[in-house]
């Protein structure tokens, strides 16, 4: 009886403390993405603090840079756009395929629909007359007269049947020769959005040419080149200070291991020739690079080299449309001069997840990534973390 009377209220315990547990589990999982969002609220907040007075430090090359920015930003809503398009341009194939492949189908079982009809109604035409005769003339057996009555009900069920079956083939047929008509005039359409937003990218990019060529012009001398370049880096590193702190705040809702142990493992974020060597001179100046040059195809995807977050996705001057990742344990990783940009800070992504189109926002002359690795806000060899076989 001990046994009997204790299994079921230890049932019974288990039973109501599970959903309790996961209930608490819930609800501690949603206050701790209700806290994350609040973080990067903050961050974004703080973000647009520390530009406002980047800005308001600067004084010189302001016009230029503001024209360029504006292009910029103009280029990689038009690249989005396109890009936009082509997928709709391909999945509208991919569905007026899929309908003709259908027609085909339906016309193939029309075709062989019809035809067992009229071999039925050949058949039945032709040993109808003498059925009919014999009836006519067999009045003295009854059985027979039922058998072949019978048979012709049979016979017209079937016809019946087969008319029903064409006539619903005629009808789908029908239907799918509207959708196709519908799909060719939406496939026109996207075709001709695609030719009018190519034609505005293309406007957008010769107009950044312009903005380049008028920056370059205003920093012909070495001196005004070497202090752009030493504004530059020092706004990237109040930006990475300024991500340091917030990014260690932020609850994660997995955690992050860094790239420590992923030292000569890890793949390029983009298919291209390192152009740029870091630790390099830039120039003839005493600068150096802090980062990689891969010079790539305009408009080739950029990729996550590693799970982590985004923290910034914007615009910062003198690295154009940039992309940062935190890895966490002091890990960033920097995707610069973009085209365009797919995600937004708080954005989880994988290793080898697009994040960005190539390009050569922020005044670069020819396309391609500038790509930076740090660690807590030092800057480390990129090519010490790539696989190179």
Avoid: C
């Avoid at 259908?102 to 058949?123: G, H, P, V």
């Avoid at 300024?242 to 997995?254: C, M, R, V, Y």
């Amino acid at each position: 009886m001990k046994n009997i009377t204790t299994v079921p209220l230890m049932v019974l315990l288990l039973v109501l403390f599970v959903p309790s547990h996961q209930a608490a589990e819930d609800d501690d999982r949603s206050k701790r993405r209700e806290a994350t969002e609040k973080e990067l609220s903050k961050l974004q907040i703080k973000i647009k603090e520390l530009q406002t007075n980047q800005k308001k430090n600067r004084s010189s090359l302001t016009i230029e840079q503001q024209a360029l920015k504006k292009t910029d930003l103009l280029v990689g809503k038009s690249r989005k756009a396109l890009n936009s398009i082509n997928r709709k341009l391909r999945k509208s194939k991919a569905r007026l395929k899929a309908l003709n492949t259908q027609r085909n189908r339906l016309n193939n079982d029309k075709k062989s629909q019809q035809k067992s009809l009229r071999e039925q109604i050949r058949a039945a035409h032709a040993g109808g007359k003498q059925e009919y005769l014999k009836l006519l003339f067999n009045q003295e057996d009854p059985s027979q007269v039922g058998r072949t009555l019978v048979y012709y009900d049979y016979l017209n069920k079937a016809r019946l049947e087969k008319i029903k079956e064409l006539n619903l083939t005629l009808q789908k047929l029908s239907q799918v020769e509207i959708e196709i008509i519908k799909e060719q005039s939406e496939l026109q359409q996207l075709a001709n959005q695609q030719q009018q937003e190519n034609n505005r990218l293309n406007g957008l990019k010769d107009n950044r040419q312009i903005a380049i060529a008028q920056l370059n012009n205003s920093l012909k001398s070495n001196s005004k080149r070497l202090a752009e370049w030493q504004a530059n880096e020092e706004d990237l590193k109040s930006l990475l200070d300024a991500l340091k702190q917030s990014a260690a705040t932020l609850i994660p809702e997995e955690s992050l291991d860094g790239l420590d142990h992923l030292k000569g493992r890890l793949t390029l974020p983009v298919k291209g020739r390192v152009k740029e060597k870091f630790g390099s001179r830039r120039g003839d100046q005493q600068m150096r690079w802090s980062g990689v040059l891969i010079a790539s195809k305009e408009g080739r995807r950029v990729n996550a080299i590693h799970h982590g977050r985004v923290v910034y996705s914007d615009y910062l001057r003198g690295f154009g449309l940039i992309s940062i990742i935190d890895h966490g344990e002091g890990y960033m990783s920097l995707y610069g001069h973009n085209e365009a940009l797919y995600k937004q800070p708080g954005d989880w992504v994988e290793a080898g997840e697009q994040i960005a189109t190539v390009g050569k926002s922020g005044g670069y002359p020819s396309s391609g990534l500038y790509f930076e690795i740090r660690y807590r806000s030092k800057a480390m060899n990129p090519m010490h973390f790539v696989n190179r076989k």
